[in-house]
């Protein structure tokens, strides 16, 4: 306002383009231009080519983890390269992998939410999807690690005749309840934040099937002033429910190695270096995800540079909590003077496993620096990249943690050396099989953008510039 000499001079259009912050949505004039971009997509009769070569892929993918999975129940679980002491491998590694990708769904959908932080709308449908998806995979690993698979209700909490109950003090079982609840209240809010957008694709339907099955799930929305006060109050009411699984969810999964008295794992530092960890990957894999989609599907004024921007910012931020808690693992096994802490850092770093734990630096530590430079936030080619190396990066952190703190343990005579099998490759390849199909069939047949959301945050919602509590900035 300073290159005006008074503000009483400024014309009311003036006055608009001062107050109105910077735009979320770009090139969209209109509430039908984002109405059309997003729905067309599910009522188009074909995908663009480049979506069948990923779903072959996914599916080829998909049936590669379908015949190990057939191969270890008609096996065993002497397929993978588990041994003693390394009792843990790719099974527990995938497991925490896969419920950390889905940490950053809940985090910009629930979380932002009730900062009211208007840029989380048009990413928070990718996002959630991807924890739904995530969640998913995560389950598929404990149901199959435990060996005899066709007795797993013994570990149900079911009366029977052996009298086998489960331990509820062990923080396996403490899994269960936070990986399951986090499951129901985050399918709960993705499918909550659907209902306007589903009621849409009723609306818009085109053939009988498609108008009855968007119908039943979009549960008798009419758009009414009573449905929207409903919607609202019950959104923020699972916002603030989800809100707190950001943090207690994979501080849970950090109890499986936090209670242990390995050295290594026996940290209280794991809790809060685990979520951190979680939202690094999370974040990492949306970039992952959107990028493509954003090229593919034409919503490039919706997912704009500056969401990418942000994001970028936030794997910054994390990556640096992440490199912190590296350093202060290192700090305390010296710190506490136990010779057998300091053993397994050192081990970690210049031990035989050492290559991988220098490829967990690199990635999750070094190679997210370069977002200090705004250049860098805005290099679609080089943020791809850099969000791959994280996710590779992050898998390997849960690599180091688990089997360098067991392969050398008190005992120098029971040392053994992991090495994983092919069976254990091919069904971590498979579990991205899982997720990617499911992610490219949420992309064909529902709505990938919150179209709703996207509109309250556009400049033609708020003429004025009044965004009520929405935060642009």
Partial sequence: MAKYANV???SDSQLDNLLEPPALVQNAETFHDITESVCSIAEADRMPRSWYVLFTLALCFLGVLGAMIFHLFTTGVGVWGNNQ????????VNFVFWVGIGHAGTLISAVLYLFRQGWRTGINRFSEAMTIF???????F???HVGRVWVIYWVFPIPNQMDMWPNFRSPLLWDVFAVGTY???SLLFWYMGMVPDL??????????LRQFLYGIFALGWNGSNRHWHRYERAYLLLAALATPLVLSVHSVVSFDFAVAQIPGWHTTIFPPYFVAGAIFSGFAMVLTLSIPARALFGFKHIITMR????MCKVIMCTGMLVGYAYAMEFFMAWYSGNRYEGFTFVNRAFGPYAWAYWTMVSCNVISPQIFWFKRARRCIPLIFVISIFVNIGMWFERFVITVTSLNRDFLPSSWNYFSPTIVDILTLAGSFGLFFTLFLLFCRWLPQVAISEVKNVMPSAHPHGNHGEVNHD
């Fill in 183 to 185: 499951f129901t209240v």
């Fill in 8 to 10: 009483n001079e400024l």
């Fill in 307 to 310: 969401h990418i921007e942000l």
């Fill in 142 to 144: 404990p149901a199959i």
């Fill in 199 to 208: 009621a849409t694709q009723r609306d818009r339907a085109k053939t009988k």
């Fill in 134 to 140: 995530a969640v998913c995979c995560a389950g598929l």
């Fill in 85 to 92: 002491p390394v009792a843990w491998g790719f099974p527990i």
